[in-house]
C-alpha cells in the first residue's frame, strides 16, 4: 500500500518523461537560434568584408588617377580632398540634352534629392 507522502511509480514516469521532452524541445530551440545567429553574423561579416574590399579598391583608384594627373601636368588645385564617407552617388546628368539652363538647374536639382542620406549607420 502507498502511504501518504508516496507518489504512484506511474506520475513519477510522466514526470520523467514530461522533463525529458520539454529539455528535448528547449536543446531544439537554442540550437535553431544558435543557428540563426550564426547565419547573420556570417552575413554582417561577409558585408564588412566587402566594404574592406571596395574600400581597398576606393584607395587604389584614388591613387591612380591623382599619378595620371600629376603626370599630365594638370593643376593640382582642382583636387578637393576628401575621404570615402563623404563620396556619393549621383545618377549621371547629360547636359547636352537640355536646351536651357533652368531645365539643367531642375534636372540636377530632383536628381540631388533623389539621392537617400542614411547617414552613417550603426556599426557592427
Not at 504512484?8 to 514516469?13: L, S
Not at 568584408?49 to 581597398?56: Q, T, V
Not at 536628381?111 to 557592427?124: A, E, F, M, R, V
Amino acid at each position: 500500500m502507498l502511504g501518504r507522502n508516496q507518489i504512484p511509480k506511474k506520475k513519477v514516469k510522466l514526470l520523467a518523461d514530461t522533463i525529458l521532452l520539454a529539455m528535448g524541445c528547449f536543446g531544439l530551440i537554442l540550437t535553431g537560434l544558435t543557428l540563426h545567429w550564426q547565419y547573420s553574423w556570417s552575413c554582417k561579416f561577409q558585408d564588412l568584408e566587402k566594404a574592406r574590399i571596395l574600400k581597398h579598391r576606393f584607395a587604389k583608384t584614388t591613387i591612380a588617377l591623382e599619378q595620371y594627373a600629376f603626370n599630365k601636368g594638370h593643376n593640382s588645385t582642382y583636387f578637393v580632398k576628401t575621404n570615402n564617407h563623404n563620396i556619393m552617388y549621383s545618377p549621371r546628368v547629360r547636359i547636352g540634352t537640355y536646351k536651357s539652363n533652368k531645365s539643367l538647374t531642375n534636372a540636377v536639382i530632383i536628381s540631388l534629392n533623389l539621392i537617400n542620406n542614411y547617414g552613417q549607420q550603426k556599426g557592427y
